[in-house]
């Protein structure tokens, strides 16, 4: 997620797998998680495991040109060494549909099974690394291309895909847009002390990334729950997500 960097700037199945927004989470020990990408090629997944990290995303693709050359050895480093994980893909949307994206993603790591320890594969969607901020797509084109990609996504795995990106991006690229609070789990991307204004739908995010450096390798996050919702996500992300009350 290095153009993150530069621009600086699931949700749940039901009301029990997931907690209550994060405000009213702050003493409590949200589980920690990174991501990471060919950026960082040689985690020591033993130490991120013994520094309390508790899952992870890991760069699998991007467009349909570039598979990770560290994604096998990263995924299987943080499986060998007890992390929940899963993989993310980064979405060129001016370069093919999401289908063809979803569809090559899922053929190069980024499919879904229920292990007990799989998360659902997360679609990075933010701010354009080549050229103009929303790929030059307007808003109403840019939530059909998120539907495309999360449409294929869940009719092959059963698992809506995680929506990675910034409040900033989101409005400014989708018109912020609403539609996919109700099935996709949010992956917000805000380094500062608080999670900010979420994007349109979302009450509350499932992820945080909070830093993009810290005591572990890559992106910094936080699993919005506790260690047991954590563990039954792997499993939750099935049906379209219920909106809490926020009670």
Request: charged share 10%; proline share 4%; net charge negative.
């Amino acid at each position: 997620m290095a153009i993150l960097h530069l621009a600086l700037a699931l949700a749940t199945a039901t009301a029990s797998v997931l907690a209550a927004p994060l405000h009213a989470l702050e003493k409590r020990a949200l589980p920690k998680g990174i991501d990471v990408s060919g950026y960082q090629p040689n985690v020591d997944w033993t130490t991120v495991k013994a520094n309390g990290v508790s899952f992870a995303y890991i760069k699998a693709t991007e467009g349909t040109s570039y598979v990770s050359s560290a994604f096998s050895s990263q995924y299987t480093g943080a499986t060998n060494a007890g992390l929940i994980r899963g993989a993310y893909h980064f979405a060129h949307p001016d370069a093919s549909s999401g289908a063809t994206q979803a569809k090559y993603f899922l053929a190069h790591g980024g499919g879904w099974s229920g292990d007990g320890i799989t998360l659902p594969g997360a679609l990075d969607i933010e701010y354009n690394p080549n050229g103009a901020e929303c790929y030059g797509l307007s808003a109403s084109a840019m939530v059909s291309w998120i539907k495309d990609f999360s449409n294929t996504y869940h009719s092959s795995t059963g698992r809506y895909p995680v929506i990675y990106t910034t409040t900033d991006w989101w409005t400014t690229c989708t018109g912020n847009s609403a539609s996919f609070a109700s099935t996709n789990p949010l992956w917000l991307a805000r380094y500062a002390s608080s999670v900010g204004t979420l994007p349109a739908g979302w009450i509350y995010e499932t992820f945080w990334q909070y830093a993009d450096s810290g005591a572990n390798p890559g992106d910094q996050d936080y699993f919005n729950g506790d260690a047991a919702g954590l563990k039954r996500c792997v499993h939750a992300f099935s049906i379209p997500v219920l909106v809490d009350s926020g009670g």
